[in-house]
Structure formats: C-alpha cells, structure tokens
C-alpha cells in the first residue's frame, strides 16, 4: 500500500482508507478514545451507585412480571459477563434469548448451557429458517460487499428485538462496552452501522432465489425511533458501569461455571470466525483484529507490541483455515470453484447498492452531539 502509515499508539492502519493522523502519529482513534470516551468512562470505576439505581427503576418497572429484562446471549464474552453482572451485581431477573443462525460452535453452545445452568435462568432459542439464512448469505456473498456478517447479526438484533417488543419486555441489556469495543470497525471493514432495509431488499433482489418470508429484519430507524422513542424500549450497556477487564473475567466466568475462553473474539461464530480470519483479510486486505486489539491496548489490557506480535499471523493455522473454507462453502452450496471465483472476483462496497447510509450518518451525527455516542464513526 502506498503511504502506508500505522498508528503511534494503536496498531489502527492506513488499511482504513479514512484513518486520520496527527503530528505525532497519533490516529484519530486514539485522539477520540481520550477525549470522547475515557473522560466519561473512567475504566468503569466509580459506577456502582449509577448501575444500581439504574438496576432499581428495572426492578421496580419488572414488578408483577416473569422477568425485568431481557438479554441476547451468544455464549461469547461480552455477552455471558453481561448476563453474570445483570444477575450477580444488579440483582435483577433477566430472561436469556438466543438467535440459532446456524453457524454456533460446540463451545459457544457449551458456554450458553453453562451461564444458563450457573445463574439458573430461563432460555428462549429462536432457530434462524435454514433456507432462507443460506439463500440470504449466498446473496451477500455474490454482492461481492465485506458485509458477509450482515445477514447474520440482522437475525441477531431483530429477532432479540421483535421478541422484546411482543412480550411487552422493556429493557435489553446488552454486552457492547467499551473495555473490549471502544475502537469501532469503521464501514470499509464491513461494519455497516445499523440494519437498513433498502440494502438488504436491493442485495436480495438482485442475488436471492427465494423471498425471506419469515427472516427477521427490523429497520434501524424502527427499532431507534418507534420501538425505543414511541413504545419505550430502553437499551441498556451495564458492563460500562463495572472493571471490566478481559482475562479477569475470562477466569471469573472460568471458575464460577466452567465457562470457556475463545481464541479471539467472535470465534463463538463458526462463520465469523471464517470470515474475520480468512475472507476479509485475503480477499479485502483487512484485519478486524486490529479494532479488536487496538481497544484491548488502549484500556491497558495489552501492549502495543503484544498486539503487534499477534496481528502478525493468523489465528488459525493454515490446514484448519482451508477446512473451515471447504466447510463453509458445502454448507452454503457453493461448490469449490463457484466460491473461489467469488474469492478472486471484483470487490465491491455498500455504495454499489441503494441504502439510506447517508439518513444513518445524520442520525449518527446527531447522537454524536447528544453525547449519546462517543465511539468513531467514519
């Protein structure tokens, strides 16, 4: 890459075309973090008495109901503390909700059975119709987009939100923090910020073969506006309001329920795990791990160079990469040659299809100025 630069503090890179650099070589990630995110975060220290007031108006609206609140669990990190904080700390009765899109590891649903069996909660499993998840996938696939995860977290959210709003369940608690997520993918790296149903309707109408008749999608501005501003739907982030640091919690969950850590981040997906470590690195010339790692360096939970070392190889070796490949590609109907001429074919961006990105990066704008978002947004 031509006037390749790398962040002085961070392990960010001129892979985001977008990236911007001050004097002393500092990228913009770092510059926001320190400025828009750790002034109000303070690592999480000194927020108990928020999180627990805000744990009493959960508990006295939960009054008379089976459950106070309701969270998306995917047996991955983030997810599970949120459950064990929500349960432990608050003192509340959260229902659990998974999303079977059908691409879970032996771990990951290990790792659901175990916090659900720890905690003693109850479980709802919403099963993702195969047919219409493949059909949906091949879509994205053939749009030649980085968005590959789109299809599954549009299952994810929706289907967590659709169910929240028909048993009249007000609070979502959700695992996004900023201990493990303060540096936010930008959208060249196929982190597309919300679900937009003008994208998805133009990507499946030009690749589908079958209607998604009973795939959940719930439009970013429905559930920002009219589930949370007209029917009262409040999302909560309480892993912002304790110490949250990586391996600490790792051993916690460890010992408490047997609980097993991933190699890295989002591994609990058999498909992200794929498409994190092989197919956005060698078809886009991108590396996810960098955002991922580059927040873990920022709150002090590794080094620069401990990240640096890592990013230098894959997480998987070479033999299993070519496995999961061959597995991924039967699994969704490809044959060998069909998905490697889609590997090797042009590379395009959301920006080839119609979508309300420009309406989303108002709405962002304005969150940004509310302070109800500090995060980057490019």
Not at 213 to 241: E, W
Request: proline residues 3%; charged residues 30%.
């Amino acid at each position: 890459m031509n006037n390749y630069q790398i962040c002085s503090k961070t392990i960010m890179d001129t892979s985001d075309p977008n990236i911007i650099f001050n004097e002393f070589g500092e990228s913009d990630y770092y510059v926001n973090f320190h400025k828009n995110i750790l002034p109000q975060w303070n690592f999480g220290k000194d927020k108990l008495d928020e999180l627990m007031n805000y744990a009493h108006v959960v508990k006295r609206d939960g009054e008379g109901k089976d459950f106070d609140c309701i969270i998306g669990l995917s047996g991955g990190l983030d997810s599970s503390f949120c459950a064990y904080v929500t349960t432990k700390i608050m003192g509340l009765r959260p229902l659990i909700y998974h999303v079977d899109a059908g691409w879970n590891t032996e771990q990951a649903v290990s790792n659901i059975e175990k916090i659900v069996d720890g905690l003693q909660l109850d479980l709802v499993t919403d099963v993702i119709n195969w047919k219409e998840m493949k059909d949906f996938q091949r879509s994205f696939f053939k749009a030649q987009i980085a968005e590959q995860d789109g299809p599954q977290d549009i299952a994810f959210f929706s289907s967590l939100y659709k169910f929240a709003r028909k048993n009249g369940i007000k609070y979502v608690f959700t695992g996004g923090n900023y201990s493990t997520e303060c540096c936010r993918e930008p959208d060249e790296w196929g982190a597309y910020p919300g679900i937009d149903n003008v994208l998805i309707n133009d990507i499946q109408n030009k690749y589908g073969t079958i209607k998604l008749s009973s795939f959940p999608i719930v439009d970013i501005f429905k559930y920002k506006i009219y589930y949370q501003k007209v029917l009262g739907m409040k999302v909560f982030h309480p892993l912002n309001y304790v110490p949250f640091d990586k391996k600490d919690v790792e051993d916690l969950l460890s010992e408490k329920f047997g609980w097993q850590p991933f190699k890295h981040k989002h591994h609990e997906s058999r498909f992200t795990r794929f498409i994190e470590d092989y197919w956005l690195p060698r078809k886009f010339g991108f590396d996810k791990r960098r955002a991922h790692l580059s927040s873990l360096i920022l709150t002090g939970q590794i080094t620069r160079g401990e990240a640096l070392e890592r990013i230098s190889k894959p997480e998987l070796d070479e033999q299993t990469l070519m496995n999961e490949k061959k597995y991924i590609s039967d699994k969704l109907g490809f044959s060998e040659d069909e998905f490697e001429t889609i590997f090797k074919s042009e590379n395009k961006t959301y920006k080839d299809y119609r979508s309300k990105r420009k309406l989303i990066g108002l709405g962002i704008i304005v969150m940004r100025y509310l302070g109800l978002e500090k995060r980057l947004f490019r």
